[in-house]
């Protein structure tokens, strides 16, 4: 029944918050860490427009599991048996939250890290202080680029499985930018060891074939070199 007035009309919305919190986990735990987040941040020193943006990102999170909950429960009515085109529904609707998280992450660490980690980027050093948004935009170049691809080639699992191996892009993808931010032979060393490794244990596993593996490589140094490039 349609809401005669604007104070029926936001007690309907509150009750739909309600519903999602009481009847789904991952709101709840959201919702724990959009409170921590306004209690603690202020302490932390941010300025206005960093305080902004991360209430605006938290907001996203909460958004799109708000859309993915009413999504399921019609979805549930309208198609009460199984059907792949229902189970398509609720997977793209919960990949918008997927998205949104992965959106708040990066701007919890941009944001965040410098002030919640000063000993840490000290030790690091200048690749901490100024190279954190270039490490952030690799890391979400090759995550987009292998769900692009494995939607494309439509082999696998999209973590499990299926060309390009995501593993493998990521950690390559790090240790070459790193290796060209810090032009340092030991961390060339350290981080090709580590991600050799990551790509290797996809092969012993039997999650990925060779082919598979070798083209995440060559995805993550290539997202890695172009994104370099660009920036320095």
């Not at 892009?169 to 580590?194: E, I, K, N």
């Not at 083209?215 to 070199?225: R, Y």
Request: net charge positive; proline share 4%; with cysteine.
């Amino acid at each position: 029944m349609k809401p005669d007035t604007w104070l029926e009309t936001l007690n309907c919305a509150v009750e739909g918050i309600i519903h999602a919190v009481r009847t789904q986990r991952h709101m709840r735990w959201h919702s724990l860490a959009c409170l921590a987040l306004v209690l603690v941040t202020p302490a932390l020193g941010v300025s206005a427009m960093e305080f902004a943006l991360l209430c605006l990102a938290a907001a996203a999170v909460l958004v799109a599991e708000l859309v993915n909950t009413a999504v399921e429960s019609a979805v549930d009515l309208a198609c009460p048996h199984r059907d792949p085109r229902a189970g398509a529904a609720k997977d793209v609707a919960a990949g918008a939250v997927l998205v949104a998280a992965f959106a708040a992450a990066a701007v919890g660490w941009l944001v965040l890290f410098p002030r919640l980690r000063p000993g840490l980027e000290g030790a690091l050093g200048e690749t901490a202080r100024t190279g954190t948004v270039g490490l952030v935009a690799v890391v979400l170049a090759v995550l987009v680029s292998t769900v692009v691809l494995k939607g494309r080639v439509g082999h696998g699992r999209p973590l499990h499985g299926g060309w390009p191996s995501g593993h493998a892009a990521v950690a390559f993808a790090l240790a070459t930018w790193l290796a060209l931010y810090s032009r340092d032979a030991l961390v060339l060393l350290l981080g090709g060891v580590l991600a050799a490794m990551v790509s290797h244990s996809r092969l012993l596993q039997r999650i990925h074939s060779p082919l598979e593996v070798v083209a995440g490589v060559l995805l993550g140094v290539g997202v890695a070199l172009l994104s370099f490039w660009l920036v320095y």
